[in-house]
């Protein structure tokens, strides 16, 4: 397996770290225990953002590097692992959505609102970009005669 691959499988790994992480903090912010961290208050904004920056930020850009390594030739493994992770984090962001009507009160925050929505958006051109591996045709080469 080329190395693109690779790197692409490590992007829908990454995709698919940063919804569970998501989904765990938003189902443990709609039933929050009463003696959570005796007595302190759980901010959930510092923790969204670390999730970011650890999940879906390095997965958006291993999804990057494999097109641009294989957008001369396309290849259809790629651009279907691409999609896949673009497709895990429309779903995962889509759950996570229905979850902030059940959120406790004072977790809610515009992160903790406005994320799921703005990680949907952004699964959209990821799909494409893996689409668009599927659409290139690969070249054959030309014969040498001498």
Do not use: H
Not at 48 to 77: D, E
Request: proline residues 7%; aromatic residues 14%; contains cysteine.
């Amino acid at each position: 397996m080329a190395i693109e691959k690779w790197i692409a499988a490590v992007s829908l790994a990454l995709f698919l770290m940063f919804i569970g992480e998501m989904i765990s903090i938003y189902t443990f912010m709609t039933n929050v225990p009463e003696d959570f961290a005796f007595g302190s208050q759980f901010e959930p904004d510092p923790k969204i953002f670390q999730f970011i920056s650890i999940g879906v930020a390095p997965a958006a850009i291993l999804a990057g590097l494999p097109y641009l390594m294989s957008r001369r030739y396309g290849s259809k493994p790629i651009g279907y692992l691409i999609i896949a992770g673009g497709v895990v984090m429309l779903v995962g962001m889509a759950y996570c959505f229905t979850l902030v009507d059940k959120i406790e009160e004072p977790y809610i925050t515009e992160v903790v609102t406005y994320s799921p929505i703005l990680f949907m958006v952004l699964s959209i051109p990821v799909m494409v970009v893996g689409a668009s591996l599927l659409k290139i045709k690969r070249r054959r080469p030309k014969k040498e005669y001498f």
